[in-house]
Nanobody, 126 residues
Framework: QVQLVESGGGLVQAGGSLRLSCAAS????????MGWFRQAPGKEREFAAA????????SYVDSVKGRFTISRDNAKNMVYLQMNSLKPEDTAIYYC???????????????????WGHGTQVTVSS
């Protein structure tokens, strides 16, 4: 069993930056594909970014490409999401997710993931 806890959310002005962190406990993250999803008010949860076991492969939804960077530190059992040039439409609850499955082609799909955190709120004011 893996427990995931997100932190780093908050209120920021448009154009600002935030760095989200996801701390894992229970098992080492080194064999887990990790992702970040987000859910805005009144909308479905959507994929934001994912990173492979080694960190050598990453993927992003088009709307965050060039602005967000996902990274991981397996030694510390941590995953990060650096968010720059934030926009009001980035406002959402951000969730960290982990998958023990192989096959990064499915990493943008929520059902690919076995474990989820409780989320951290990100609010971007205009």
């Amino acid at each position: 069993q893996v427990q995931l806890v997100e932190s780093g959310g908050g209120l920021v002005q448009a154009g600002g930056s935030l760095r989200l962190s996801c701390a894992a406990s229970g098992r080492t993250l080194s064999r887990y594909y990790m992702g970040w999803f987000r859910q805005a008010p009144g909308k479905e949860r959507e994929f934001a970014a994912a990173i492979s076991w080694s960190g050598g492969s990453t993927s992003y939804v088009d709307s965050v490409k060039g602005r967000f960077t996902i990274s991981r530190d397996n030694a510390k059992n941590m995953v990060y999401l650096q968010m720059n040039s934030l926009k009001p439409e980035d406002t959402a609850i951000y969730y960290c997710a982990g998958s023990s499955k192989a096959g990064g082609s499915y990493s943008a799909i929520a059902t690919f993931y076995d474990y989820w955190g409780h989320g951290t709120q990100v609010t971007v004011s205009s």
